[in-house]
């Protein structure tokens, strides 16, 4: 048994540096000296039993609001001994506004269709730049018309076997490196697609639910194959 901790935007743990900051300050100082004086045990051996029962859920959505890349953060987790205990493979909306082209329409239109997302059962917070700053905002309705902004990214579970949503874009390229990474090293066999927003599809791509989740199975497995022939080759 283990219980993964989940880092989410805006949250107490919100990327890979807070979570080894609460594992190293927090977690592991307290639960070492309550494991060694409970059950008689070294203070190594606490430890071990710590890392072994808590983990971490890796969810590439919130790592790629974090703009954490995966092979960085995997690393990270690994020197700092904290185990990874479930993927949640997932990918987020995207807006780039990066082109130095982009007339001040176009931008407007872009970021009224990246606010067309909000409504008011979920939080959906969004980070990105202007410029060089980051930027974090801790729900889509607080987001500006415009700032100078150019990229933003919306925690928003889009389907992940589409990249593009009209004007706006999903964050697919980090649920392809997770997937590449995984067919190098494999840090979990526990892996969960998370995908919830069935409504974001274009028409002529919507389906009956349950054939939604199997498309997403579906283009996950082939993505795997495809990796692990391009890692063969």
């Given at each position: ?61 919130h790592?790629a ?21 479930k ?35 979920y ?8 410029g ?17 902004f ?11 076997f ?19 990474l ?52």
């Amino acid at each position: 048994l283990h219980l993964d901790i989940e880092p989410e935007p805006d949250g107490v743990l919100e990327n890979s540096q807070d979570v080894i900051n609460f594992f190293n300050a927090d977690l592991l100082p307290c639960g070492v000296s309550q494991l060694t004086k409970q059950f008689d045990i070294d203070e190594e051996e606490a430890r071990k039993i710590i890392l072994r029962h808590i983990t971490v859920c890796y969810d590439v959505c919130h790592f790629a609001l974090a703009y954490e890349e995966p092979i960085l953060t995997l690393e990270n987790f690994k020197k700092a001994g904290i185990k990874i205990g479930k993927i949640q493979i997932s990918s987020a909306l995207m807006a780039n506004l990066n082109n130095l082209g982009m007339k001040t329409l176009e931008r407007v239109k872009i970021l009224n269709e990246l606010k067309n997302f909000d409504e008011p059962v979920y939080l959906h917070q969004v980070t990105g730049y202007r410029g060089a700053e980051f930027v974090a905002y801790s729900d889509l309705s607080e987001l500006p018309v415009d700032d100078g902004f150019s990229e933003l990214r919306a925690h928003f579970h889009v389907p992940v076997f589409l990249r593009y949503y009209g004007l706006l874009q999903s964050t697919q390229t980090q649920t392809l490196a997770v997937i590449q990474l995984l067919t190098e090293q494999m840090p979990t066999r526990h892996l969960e697609i998370e995908t919830y927003t069935w409504s974001v599809l274009p028409d002529d791509l919507k389906l009956e639910l349950s054939d939604s989740i199997v498309r997403e199975l579906l283009w996950v497995i082939d993505q795997f194959g495809l990796a692990s022939s391009e890692l063969c080759e």
